[in-house]
């Protein structure tokens, strides 16, 4: 069994900046693919980003190109999403998902790659 927990979710301005951390704990973290998605009010969820389980390969949505960058520290068993020059748009709860089943360059954009999931961290941009 797989625990994701999300952190650092809240309320900031459009054009700010956060930092979005999911410790993992339960299996070896660092043997495993990884990736955040977010659902806004309303909407279904959407992949945001995804890196493999070695850190070499990752994979972003456009929407979020050039503004957010996921990055993992194996050692402290956490994935991270730096979000950047936020938009109002961006606004949704955001969940990580482990994948139990990776390749080495594995980057996974469907849900249904991914076995676990946290309970979701709010991030709220305002206008």
């Known amino acids: 069994q797989v625990q994701l927990v999300e952190s650092g979710g809240g309320l900031v301005q459009a054009g700010g900046s956060l930092r979005l951390a999911c410790a993992a704990s339960?299996?070896?973290?660092?043997?495993?693919?990884m990736g955040w998605f977010r659902q806004a009010p309303g909407k279904e969820r959407e992949f945001v980003a995804a890196?493999?389980?070695?850190?070499?390969?990752?994979s972003h949505a456009d929407s979020v190109k050039g503004r957010f960058t996921i990055s993992r520290d194996n050692a402290k068993n956490t994935v991270y999403l730096q979000m950047n020059n936020l938009k109002p748009e961006d606004t949704a709860v955001y969940y990580c998902?482990?994948?139990?089943?990776?390749?080495?360059?594995?980057?996974?954009?469907?849900?249904?790659?991914?076995?676990?999931w946290g309970q979701g961290t709010q991030v709220t941009v305002s206008s």
């Open positions: 890196i493999s389980w070695s850190g070499g390969y990752t």
């Open positions: 998902g482990d994948n139990s089943k990776s390749s080495l360059s594995g980057v996974y954009q469907t849900q249904e790659s991914y076995d676990y």
């Open positions: 339960g299996r070896t973290f660092s043997m495993r693919a």
